[in-house]
């Protein structure tokens, strides 16, 4: 028998081979619907479109936490990415260190979003800025309409958190209304170079911690709809079959000399430097390759006091993975 599952999916390389149909999936027929990751959180927590699908990490954990279990996970982790880069500040600012950053008044999109609770989280580790000390500003990037959360925020008292009216936070930047941005869209203040990144070489200061922590940061995981999957158990593991074998054939992909799969003219020799400085696999999927990003970032949840009640990483994945 054959399973018709719709995917709420984002493009990138390790979903090509799937889009392409390029790899097998036996017993599966699977529609994609492809959007902006924001788009698919939405749809899929607030709609319900999706039989699977790209979900946030962060809003993953806290709705198991809070008891709400529409979705299971996946060790399928689409989506990762430093976050070093994502801190900005106005040219002209006296702030020139992380550290300086204690006190200030941030603007963000969203209070959960996974980039933001990771940038948090190693804000107040590694340069002591507590995030109930900051003056937490929500609003759009770029436009003076902002997303808002993606699932109610709960947070018991002593936050700071209010919200942009009227303009981006690009703009109340440029302006001297925020101190500093994090934010996963480049603001148009950098175009005309009244906005700077607040760490100025961004690529050794990501290589460092990672050097420092074992880390590469998971953003995103595969999720699947609970009621399918407690109807066929099975799926869960068919799934990550699939998806791992478009993640592999994806990665030979970047290696091949014949013609090149990216628009990066040494993407070879960068690959080999690259799963050189990660030790073999730099993407791995998986529980036992990823159990550092798994067990800081829920260090990081319950710091900020996101999850409403006690829970472990491996909550939130079916038990058929557990071994990966």
Known sequence: MTNALTVGISTNDRMLPLLLGDVPTPGLHLTFDRSSPNDIFRRALQEGNFDVTEMSFAAHAILISRGKQPFVGLPVFVSRMFRHGCVFVRSDS??????????ARIGIPEYQMTAVVWMRGILNEYHNVNPKEVRWVRGGVNSPVGRGEKIPLRLPEGYDITDLEGQSLSDALTANKIDAMITTRLPTGLENGSLRCLFPNVKETERAYYMASGIFPIMHLLVLRREIYERDP????ALYNCFSAARAA?????????????????????????????GGDPWPYGLAANHKELEVFFAYL?????????????DLFVPELLGT
Do not use: H
């Open 94 to 103: 006296d702030i020139e260190r992380p550290e300086d950053l204690a006190g």
């Open 234 to 237: 099975d799926l869960a593991c």
């Open 250 to 278: 994806s990665l030979q992909r970047l290696y091949e000399i014949d013609a090149l799969s990216v628009m990066v003219p040494w993407i070879v020799p960068e690959m080999a430097q690259t799963s050189s400085f990660f």
């Open 302 to 314: 319950n710091q900020q006091e996101l999850l409403r009640a006690p829970i472990q990483p491996k």
